[in-house]
T-cell receptor
Framework: DGGITQSPKYLFRKEGQNVTLSCEQN?????MYWYRQDPGQGLRLIYY???????QKGDIAEGYSVSREKKESFPLTVTSAQKNPTAFYLC??????????????FGPGTRLTVT | QKEVEQNSGPLSVPEGAIASLNCTYS??????FFWYRQYSGKSPELIMF????GDKEDGRFTAQLNKASQYVSLLIRDSQPSDSATYLC????????????FGAGTILRVKS
């Protein structure tokens, strides 16, 4: 079964703690992405990676860190420096198509609550 | 001006009607266009993509692209209550590399 998995589905943390969200894909996609979605809001790009051992900041990278040691995995760490970490976190992956676009597919998401 | 704009809605249509969702984009170099459906509390699901001017049909869904007007739309025929969701428009261009730029989404409510 090909797809993207994210774990855990729900995560609760105390303020001041770092937390790492998992994202794994078996679609053999080169590119992976992390988005944040707040209630009633659109998607905001946190970080993305085009290949292993390389990643770039998105629009809201402050307070977050990532690694890309394997093609299949792109974990996101939400650090204590992130001022408003409570949100729905979505991981996605994509591969270029013969038509020239990048069709992105999403994992099921992790809902993080920090109190 | 936002790069991808959608009316936030909610758009309410009766069951069986055609729902028309619209999206405009600012980058004339945009090449590929995507529609995602997102149910409340779930992740976005890719339902349509279109690369060329004109219409593309898939079941009850039709995507329409007009690059001259920088406009892409999604028509849902015979709307069902199960179509009630937020629909996100996304655009890719060489300017964005392999990133997609998403609109904020339109909430669709289909009333039975």
């Amino acid at each position: 079964d090909g797809g993207i998995t994210q774990s855990p589905k729900y995560l609760f943390r105390k303020e001041g703690q770092n937390v790492t969200l998992s994202c794994e894909q078996n679609l053999n996609h080169d590119a992976m992405y992390w988005y944040r979605q707040d209630p009633g809001q659109g998607l905001r790009l946190i970080y993305y990676s085009q290949i292993v051992n390389d990643f770039q900041k998105g629009d809201i990278a402050e307070g977050y860190s990532v690694s890309r040691e394997k093609k299949e995995s792109f974990p996101l760490t939400v650090t204590s420096a992130q001022k408003n970490p409570t949100a729905f976190y979505l991981c996605a992956s994509s591969q270029p198509t013969i038509r020239g676009g990048y069709e992105q597919y999403f994992g099921p998401g992790t809902r993080l609550t920090v109190t | 001006q936002k790069e991808v704009e959608q009316n936030s809605g909610p758009l309410s249509v009766p069951e069986g009607a055609i729902a028309s969702l619209n999206c405009t984009y600012s980058d004339r170099g945009s090449q590929s266009f995507f529609w995602y459906r997102q149910y409340s509390g779930k992740s976005p699901e890719l339902i349509m993509f279109i690369y060329s001017n004109g219409d593309k049909e898939d079941g009850r869904f039709t995507a329409q692209l007009n690059k001259a007007s920088q406009y892409v739309s999604l028509l849902i025929r015979d709307s069902q209550p199960s179509d009630s969701a937020t629909y996100l428009c996304a655009v890719n261009s060489l300017k964005y590399g392999n990133k997609l730029v998403f609109g904020a989404g339109t909430i669709l409510r289909v009333k039975s």
